[in-house]
């Protein structure tokens, strides 16, 4: 078989050409970018809780600070700020829970012992204060649940921060001056 030496060169053109052309095709289309997806701003964060929740109260830890008793009050609280207080009216033989806070009406509270828990009813102090008072007759157990409590005692208000009180003689100071 002989090679056909004047095919050669034809050959060798024609694929030069094909290369050519290939390497100058019509311009590419860049296809435009992929539209950004719009961004939904984050959801909020959920609250800080102003609390921890525990499955019981006794396993809360107190809340900081102490006791004080003077002629016929005990007042809990640090810094000179009073969270939440016992009085006694001796002439109505009542003795008055007191919570440090605000409402335009009255609110849910509720007060948890080691032997008995009892929801109340706090009303705003008639006077204007920033209290929430709940008067109690002297004789009320729930006084001596509070002040006999296995190291602590709950009160709760709906919109305030829990309290952890300690148990301290001066709640039963309050209770039985008011009985004389």
């Known amino acids: ?28 289309v860049v296809p435009p970018p992929a539209p950004q997806p719009t961004r939904r701003p984050a959801p909020p964060a ?3 809780s102003a609390q921890p929740a525990y499955k019981d109260w006794r396993d809360a830890p107190q809340t900081p600070g102490d006791w004080r008793y003077d002629n016929g009050t005990a007042r809990f609280g640090s810094a ?11 002439t109505a033989r009542t003795v ?8 335009p009406q009255s609110l849910p509270m509720t007060i948890s012992t080691s032997s008995e828990t009892r929801p109340l009813s706090a009303e705003p102090a008639p006077q204007g204060a920033p209290q929430l008072v709940v008067p109690l007759p002297a ?3 729930l006084l001596d649940a509070m002040a006999f409590s296995r190291g602590r005692f709950v009160v709760e208000v709906n919109g305030l921060p829990t309290l952890y009180l300690p148990a301290w003689p001066e709640v039963a100071r309050v209770t039985e001056d008011c009985r004389r």
């Open 96 to 103: 008055s829970l007191i919570r440090t806070g605000t409402a």
């Open 46 to 48: 959920p609250p800080p």
């Open 1 to 28: 078989m002989k090679i056909n030496r004047a095919a050669l060169p034809a050959h060798v053109f024609s694929c030069a050409l094909l290369l050519l052309a290939g390497a100058c095709s019509g311009p590419q």
């Open 139 to 141: 004789r009320d157990r």
């Open 80 to 90: 000179g700020a009073t969270l939440f207080a016992l009085t006694c009216n001796r």
